[in-house]
């Protein structure tokens, strides 16, 4: 195999505007809409975070889909950033909750970890 074994990411939520601000001020970025793929996937609702399709790195989005619960810890992914503190810092006035402040990773940098509107952990990743 010669790229990442991830390569897309959905972080299902049940209320797809607080999800939406939730991530877009936490993150300081802009989630545009994604049409749902046809067949089984017609109807999902999609937000997809920005992505370069050639650039390395997973590409995601949020879904919202009948019957498809949030929350649990089946997952965890996580977000790159310059210092996860910062993104850290927004996460309370967004409506989420901090489940461990930055702590360091030692040679692989420095995480963060919360929880969003919807009940999903999430990590966020630096290495400073």
Known sequence: MNFNPVVWFEIYVQDMPRAQAFYEKVLDKKLE??????????????????????????????VKAEGVPSGGMGTLVYF???????????????????????????PYGFCALAHDTEGNMFGLHSME
């Not at 089984?40 to 390395?56: C, K, R, T, Y």
């Not at 006035?93 to 489940?99: D, E, K, N, R, S």
């Open 33 to 62: 809409g994604l049409e749902a793929p046809e067949g089984d996937a017609s109807g999902f609702q999609m937000l997809a975070f920005p992505m370069a399709m050639e650039n390395g790195g997973a590409g995601g989005a949020l």
């Open 80 to 106: 790159g950033c310059e210092d996860c503190a910062v993104e850290a810092g927004r996460v309370v006035a967004a409506g989420g909750q901090i489940f461990k402040e930055k702590f360091s990773i030692g």
